[in-house]
Nanobody
Framework: VQLVESGGGLVQPGGSLRLSCAASGFAFSRYTMSWYRQAPGKERELVAVITSGGGSTNYANSVKGRFTISRDNAKNTVYLQMNSLKPEDTAVYYC?????????WGQGTQVTVSS
């Protein structure tokens, strides 16, 4: 199982970024995928979840209405579109899946929101 995040960077407040997580080594279309984030000195927190077929999503209250999770099962990729970014969104963002018990994480991508 391999998860590789990309798309992070430095953006000004109010800006947008789209994160990608490319998956390999498992039947991607069968599994729920999640995005988490971890800010310095804070615990890792769930940001968004999408079911295997993409028909159901859920978001942390702090990002509702600003972030959108989506997936392309043909490309084995899950995305996180982040709009109206705030300084408090600064964190390392990780994608995650759970396969028959164990959790699998990517290496993370840094998002910094600053003027």
């Amino acid at each position: 199982v391999q998860l590789v995040e990309s798309g992070g960077g430095l953006v000004q407040p109010g800006g947008s970024l789209r994160l990608s997580c490319a998956a390999s080594g498992f039947a991607f279309s069968r599994y729920t995928m999640s995005w988490y984030r971890q800010a310095p000195g804070k615990e890792r927190e769930l940001v968004a979840v999408i079911t295997s077929g993409g028909g159901s999503t859920n978001y942390a209250n702090s990002v509702k209405g600003r972030f959108t999770i989506s997936r392309d099962n043909a490309k084995n990729t899950v995305y996180l579109q982040m709009n109206s970014l705030k300084p408090e969104d600064t964190a390392v963002y990780y994608c995650k899946t759970v396969i028959l018990g164990p959790s699998y994480w990517g290496q993370g991508t840094q998002v910094t929101v600053s003027s």
